[in-house]
Nanobody, 122 residues
Framework: QLQASGGGLVQAGDSLRLSCAAS????????MGWFRQAPGKEREFVAG????????YYADSVKGRFTISRDNAENTVDLQMNSLKPEDTAVYYC?????????????????WGQGTQLTVSS
């Protein structure tokens, strides 16, 4: 089970940190990712991190502004978001994958959190 938190209403240029806590099983060997879904749009990949934190992946739209990190001892994955823009407004989901690739696609993920809303006002 995954529980995402930390969303809210912020202004453009602000920073916010999302957190995802995993429970029920050990996710320390899973790839973990963040996706987002804006109204009327498909869910899209935002960022991902390998099981040991050694490799990270970012969508071009957030590269340089967002940072993903994980703490396997705590079974958490965070998404630090800086320089937020109105176009970052979406419901953000964390997810884990036990598969060997395709991390940019929702089909690669086995478990999903319930989502947390981020709204960035201009």
């Amino acid at each position: 089970q995954l529980q995402a938190s930390g969303g809210g209403l912020v202004q453009a240029g602000d920073s916010l940190r999302l957190s995802c806590a995993a429970s029920g099983r050990t996710f320390s060997r899973d790839f973990m990712g963040w996706f987002r879904q804006a109204p009327g749009k498909e869910r899209e990949f935002v960022a991902g991190v390998s099981w040991n934190g050694g490799t990270t992946y970012y969508a071009d739209s957030v590269k340089g502004r967002f940072t993903i990190s994980r703490d396997n001892a705590e079974n958490t994955v965070d998404l630090q978001m800086n320089s937020l823009k109105p176009e970052d407004t979406a419901v953000y989901y964390c997810a884990t994958s036990t598969r060997g690739g395709g991390y940019y696609f929702t089909t690669a993920y086995d478990y999903w959190g319930q989502g947390t809303q981020l709204t960035v006002s201009s």
